[in-house]
């Protein structure tokens, strides 16, 4: 009898000790976890590498659609690379420049997409962050 209490308290002891032994894991792992989550939403706020990693897996099917788009046979309301174009609308800001926006959604009630501005100086003076070679974010 002496026999069975001492092995049934050997194996409690070691299920106590490997159920232990895996919180210690993951409070080591989540002592790596969190700093590397805070890192990478930081250096989110400060470049939007997901958006432009996007429209980099995305850039040969809008240089695509804005060739159909001035062949005529693009319309809005369709699946461009990783991007639902809603709607495309062309500015005329003088007889040398226009520019294209292919508009992808809303932000607060503003539309927001890309533009294409295949000129070197963009129009306005205002900046926009570049993406691409011609291409730029949109915001209105």
Not at 76 to 94: H, I, M, P, R
Not at 106 to 120: K, Q, R, T, W
């Amino acid at each position: 009898m002496a026999i069975y209490i001492k092995r049934v308290w050997a194996c409690y002891r070691d299920r106590n000790r490997a159920r232990h032994e895996g919180v210690k894991k993951f409070r080591r792992r989540r002592w790596l976890v969190l700093p590397l989550c805070v890192l990478l939403m930081f250096f989110t706020l400060v470049y939007p590498w997901p958006l432009m990693i996007r429209f980099k897996l995305s850039q040969k099917a809008f240089d695509n659609a804005i060739k159909d788009y001035r062949a005529g046979r693009f319309t809005g309301k369709q699946w461009v690379g990783l991007y639902y174009v809603e709607s495309v609308d062309t500015v005329n800001y003088n007889s040398l420049r226009s520019t294209t926006w292919f508009i992808t959604g809303d932000s607060i009630g503003d539309p927001v997409g890309f533009e294409y501005d295949p000129l070197p100086n963009h129009p306005m003076g205002y900046l926009s962050l570049r993406v691409g070679t011609s291409w730029y974010v949109y915001e209105d």
